[in-house]
């Protein structure tokens, strides 16, 4: 599925000069009744066939989705988006709206994240060669649509740069509305084994 242009403008422009988010009003019930994962592509030095590694946390109770998304966006601050190399970074997410789209078996979650980054670092940094680039969206998207849920955390994902619609880039795809088909499927296999590990554990 896909959103036309006017849509995806329609979708990024709706709250700008406004914060209505709380307001939000969720069409089925919340996907995310248990702990959510944080995803890192860090592996232990000799484990090659590694995929990363994932930490539960748990949902801030009865929150709105935004929230959610927020809790995860601090999260990445702090974690995978806290220094490259030696450097330190001060990348930030907000989420900017979750739009719910009307198809004719259900309404889709698509959520806007702005990723605030005034120094531009991530885009000589996070958003730059293949092997990296890759890493980069598999953390983007792994953390913000959560697809060892059914239904994900969220259906798709556009990714705003410093309030911008993001351009095209050499290594990194990032235009547009992302969804579970952009991501790794050996990352979104990972999650869902470590799920249902979870899930059988007494």
Same mark, same amino acid.
């Given at each position: 599925?896909?959103?036309?242009?006017?849509?995806?403008?329609?979708? =990024?422009?709706?709250?700008?000069?406004?914060?209505?988010?709380?307001?939000?009003?969720?069409?089925?019930?919340?996907?995310?009744?248990?702990? %959510?994962?944080?995803?890192?592509?860090?592996?232990?030095?000799?484990?090659?066939?590694?995929?990363?590694?994932?930490?539960?946390?748990?949902?801030?109770?009865?929150?709105?989705?935004?929230?959610?998304?927020?809790?995860?966006?601090?999260? %990445?601050?702090?974690?995978?988006?806290?220094?490259?190399?030696?450097?330190?970074?001060? !990348?930030?997410?907000?989420?900017?709206?979750?739009?719910?789209?009307?198809?004719?078996?259900?309404?889709?979650?698509?959520? =806007?994240?702005? !990723?605030?980054?005034?120094?531009?670092?991530?885009?000589?940094?996070?958003?730059?060669?293949?092997?990296?680039?890759?890493?980069?969206?598999? =953390?983007?998207?792994?953390?913000?649509?959560?697809?060892?849920?059914?239904?994900?955390?969220?259906?798709?994902?556009?990714?705003?740069?410093?309030?911008?619609?993001?351009?095209?880039?050499?290594?990194?795809?990032?235009?547009? !509305?992302?969804?579970?088909?952009?991501?790794?499927?050996?990352?979104?296999?990972?999650?869902?084994?470590?799920?249902?590990?979870?899930?059988?554990?007494?």
């Amino acid at each position: 599925w896909y959103l036309p242009a006017i849509a995806l403008a329609g979708l =990024v422009g709706l709250q700008c000069g406004n914060d209505e988010r709380a307001a939000e009003s969720p069409p089925r019930k919340p996907a995310y009744p248990e702990s %959510l994962f944080i995803y890192l592509p860090s592996c232990p030095s000799g484990q090659e066939r590694c995929v990363g590694s994932v930490t539960p946390f748990e949902a801030p109770a009865r929150a709105p989705l935004h929230l959610v998304l927020d809790t995860i966006g601090k999260r %990445l601050s702090r974690s995978f988006f806290a220094r490259y190399g030696n450097r330190s970074a001060d !990348i930030g997410f907000r989420t900017h709206v979750v739009e719910y789209i009307p198809t004719p078996t259900q309404k889709l979650r698509v959520g =806007v994240i702005d !990723i605030a980054d005034t120094a531009r670092l991530a885009m000589r940094t996070f958003f730059q060669g293949s092997t990296g680039a890759a890493r980069t969206k598999a =953390v983007l998207l792994a953390n913000f649509l959560q697809p060892q849920f059914d239904p994900p955390l969220l259906d798709g994902v556009v990714f705003l740069y410093n309030g911008e619609l993001l351009e095209e880039m050499s290594h990194l795809d990032l235009e547009g !509305i992302q969804t579970m088909d952009g991501l790794n499927p050996r990352v979104t296999m990972f999650l869902r084994r470590n799920r249902q590990a979870a899930a059988s554990i007494p």
